[in-house]
């Protein structure tokens, strides 16, 4: 099985291209959660500078990562195996360096051009989660603007738009430790410029970890929990995972487009796979309850956010 690669220049080509663009996208998200978009409309020039202002930046972190709790975790195993004691692979952290980006928080100096760099891209992906959006409304039957609607109150508030840039470096003991541990996204809709070379991100699919292949220029597409919510059940969150890799340092800018903290999210899709199961909530709320819930199953966490039914 491979992760769907889809043309999205075609969705403004003929009615046909389009429809079949359409329908490749509704079933990316229904049978995956996950599907890659090439021709998607953000410039390779500038996929570039975010690969080379990405990469120069880590340099200038690297140091400090050799010093975080995983490496000093992960030397501890090693010298105790070298004692000849049992070491227990890690569970409960991650072998990543990540730092975030978003509208009102403080974006690192160096390099100097990777500020506007960052602010170009992510101008550039918010137009594509808009584009994206709108054809998951026009798949739903779902008038224009409604996935979007949500996520800002009926326009009442500004949806949260994050990014998260991280660096998996070479892990000289990936049966110890894991890149990322497996979870699903508590968001919107996600869009993720990956290493073009170095692998690793896989998806779970009937049952079977899944690569999804490094393909170069692409972005990545993964529905979170919110979509799930809305749809009522039809495009549910996947889970996926990043494993260490021994040789390639794998960089990952992931860009989260989510509800404003204050909206209240409900199903707007009638009937579904998951009809009946979601609640009304505020997604300020369910954030709360992510952060602690990260990487157990997630519904637990609708339930906890359900309000309790009166009288």
Known sequence: ???????????DGTAAERAETLAQIDNGCEEWGFFQLVNHGVPKD???????????????????????EPVRTLESLVAAEQRGEAAAPVDD????????????????????????????YRAALRVLAGRVMSAMDENLGLEKGTIDGAFTDGGRHVAFFGTKVSHYPPCPRPDLVTGLRAHTDAGGVILLFQDDRVGGLQVL???????V????????????????VLTNGRYRSAWHRVLPMRDGNRRSVASFYNPAFEARISPAVDGGAGAGEYPEFVFGDYMDVYAKQKFDAKEPRFEAVKAPKSG
């Open 93 to 120: 952290m991650d072998w990543e360096d990540i730092f975030y980006l978003h509208d009102d928080n403080q974006w690192p100096s160096n390099p100097p051009e990777f500020k506007e760099t960052m602010r170009e």
């Open 46 to 68: 500038l996929l570039d500078r975010v690969k080379k202002v990405c990469s120069e930046i880590y340099r200038l972190r690297e140091a400090a990562f050799m010093e975080s």
């Open 205 to 211: 699919k009937d049952g079977e970890w899944i690569d």
């Open 213 to 228: 292949q490094p393909l170069a220029d692409a972005i990545v597409v993964n529905t979170g929990d919110q979509i799930e």
């Open 1 to 11: 099985m491979v992760v769907p690669v889809i043309d999205f220049s075609k969705i």
